[in-house]
């Protein structure tokens, strides 16, 4: 069965630094996203992509944040400026274009900023 | 802001056993809402979708429930098994909005 694929599983950076966090959608799907989740804390949206454009972004996402859609498989979150506050699992996902929206979640990249 | 409160925070039920877990929210105008399994370190996995005119949906022993009016939702494990261990999380979503909104979660620990 097809799945959302994220690399890498655990990135350690240190503050300040850029980071990169890589995923591959599933193949046929049309629209994309990113979320994340602080340790112990809800998920929240970060992101949404589709027809290679942000459709919609939450006030988390502010200009230190970009992503970018570079070939026809990968969807990168790129940070520019990593805090310390950065540090938590980042989700990927993708969904079919449909009336249900559904979304699939990879398995997620945990950030740690020192 | 729209929001989703999810009740118990946790519980323990033992294997076999049936449980039920609670979700409001305040998400207006609304088009669906899911119910999604998370085991720990792991990304979240869909079980149940229902849009604002389903009022119930299954999938294996899961059974989600809606009621639009009163802006709730359950999810109701039957025979529970140690595998269900896990975060189950309320989910809703927005007309023609792809961001959703999540709930914290309900842990359930599973017993043998």
């Known amino acids: 069965e097809p799945e959302v694929t994220q690399t890498p599983s655990h990135q350690v950076t240190q503050m300040g630094q850029e980071v990169i966090l890589r995923c591959v959608p599933i193949s046929n799907h049309l629209y994309f996203y990113w979320y994340r989740q602080i340790l112990g804390q809800k998920v929240e949206f970060l992101v949404s992509f589709y027809n290679n454009e942000i459709s919609e972004k939450s006030e988390i996402f502010d200009d230190q944040f970009s992503v970018e859609r570079p070939d026809g498989s990968n969807f990168t979150l790129k940070i520019r400026s990593t805090k310390l506050e950065d540090s938590a699992m980042y989700f990927c996902?993708?969904?079919?274009?449909?009336?249900?929206?559904?979304?699939?979640f990879g398995p997620g990249t945990r950030l740690t900023v020192t | 802001k729209n929001q989703v409160e999810q009740s118990p925070q946790s519980l323990i039920i033992l294997e076999g056993k049936n449980c039920t877990l609670q979700c409001n929210y305040t998400v207006s105008p609304f088009s669906n809402l899911r119910w999604y399994k998370q085991d720990t370190g792991r990304g979240p996995v869909s079980l149940t979708i229902?849009?604002?005119?389903?009022n119930t949906k299954s999938n294996g022993r899961y059974t989600a429930t809606l009621d639009a009016d009163t802006k709730q939702s359950s999810l109701h494990i039957t025979a529970s098994q140690l595998s269900d261990s896990a975060s189950y999380i309320c989910v809703v979503s927005e007309p023609n909005d792809y961001k959703l909104s999540f709930g914290a979660g309900t842990t359930v620990t599973v017993r043998a």
């Open positions: 229902m849009t604002f005119s389903e």
């Open positions: 996902a993708s969904g079919p274009q449909g009336d249900t929206y559904e979304q699939y």
